[in-house]
């Protein structure tokens, strides 16, 4: 700001200048490179500050820089510098908010020049285009995706990817040992004990995770004298790291085409610390839903967690 008091402000004047052409060649390219400095600063330490007229500013004052470089390496191009700036201000602004037709029709709005359209749909696709392929967020969003949230639509955050697997999935888990016999576990699945009614359990080792068997698994068929319940494990197991969020451990349970997952730790990943099912993530994704309504209503702070 000392250097260049026209970098302080919201910078409207500026952005009429450099569209009309009267602000251009060096001075308007060190402008622009010392509001970017400004704009990055300011945006960095957490002060309060705006996007959209910076980004027309920058887009602006790039658009014009290249228009004046083809005129200098192709001077029969006849480009207009007012129409290159208008092109990179809108394109800029495409790339980072995602909205391509409303980047277009905005500045063709402010214009009304038909000429200009066809560089301004070829511009604004082409940073659409290389925003898409290179973020995966666009300005609007970034913020939230850095404090954690999963954006999967561009104004909304995932509610399971807020949540990490061991605040639900930390839990007492009832373990099969492998080389237990498929009767006495039968026998005492029948029993009506503690543990019986779950629909899964993991199968262990010495300790080291094997698999994992459903009941159906263990009470269909016959089962044949010697048979061990290591018999009927099927496939390697699908594990669940307690650090990773419930939308991974949700996407995973989907590609498996299985109802739950062992939790383990990424240090210990052959040591079962806990179990996630199908009916805890819909758990969570309630509670979310509970305490965003609460806060709408006004109504007092988020529920408390199950088991807190």
């Known amino acids: 700001g000392w250097w260049s008091p026209r970098t302080l402000g919201v910078g409207y004047t500026n952005i009429e200048d450099i569209l009309s052409g009267r602000f251009v060649g060096t001075a308007m390219l060190v402008f622009c490179a010392l509001k970017f400095v400004s704009w990055s600063v300011a945006l960095g330490s957490g002060t309060s500050g705006g996007t959209l007229a910076p980004l027309f500013t920058l887009g602006g004052g790039l658009g014009s820089g290249l228009g004046l470089l083809a005129m200098r390496l192709a001077p029969g191009l006849g480009v207009d510098l007012r129409v290159a700036a208008l092109v990179g201000m809108a394109a800029i602004f495409a790339g980072a908010s995602r909205a391509l037709l409303a980047s277009v029709v905005f500045a063709f709005e402010t214009t009304r020049q038909p000429l200009g359209l066809l560089p301004l749909l070829g511009g604004c696709a082409a940073a659409y285009l290389v925003s898409a392929l290179l973020m995966r967020h666009s300005i609007m969003t970034e913020k939230l995706a850095r404090r954690g949230g999963r954006v999967l639509t561009e104004y909304g955050v ?8 061991r605040e639900v999935g930390l839990k007492p888990v009832v373990t099969l040992d492998a080389d237990q016999s498929l ?72 590609e498996e085409g299985v109802g739950r997952l062992p939790v383990v730790r990424r240090e210990t990943p052959s040591s079962v610390v806990g179990i996630i099912t199908r009916s805890d993530l819909l758990g969570a994704h309630r509670r979310r839903l509970e305490n965003s309504r609460r806060r709408e209503r006004g109504l007092g702070g988020p529920l408390p967690a199950r088991g807190a």
């Open 158 to 165: 995932d509610a399971l990817g807020q949540v990490l697997v």
């Open 183 to 254: 009767e006495s576990v039968r026998a005492w699945l029948l029993s009506d004990a503690a543990g019986t009614r779950h629909q899964g359990f993991p199968v262990v080792k010495e300790g080291a995770l094997l698999g994992v068997v459903t009941r159906r698994d263990l009470v269909d068929g016959q089962a044949p004298e010697g048979r061990r319940v290591r018999d009927v494990v099927r496939r390697p197991p699908s594990v669940a790291y307690e650090d990773s969020s419930l939308r991974e451990a949700a996407d995973l349970m989907v």
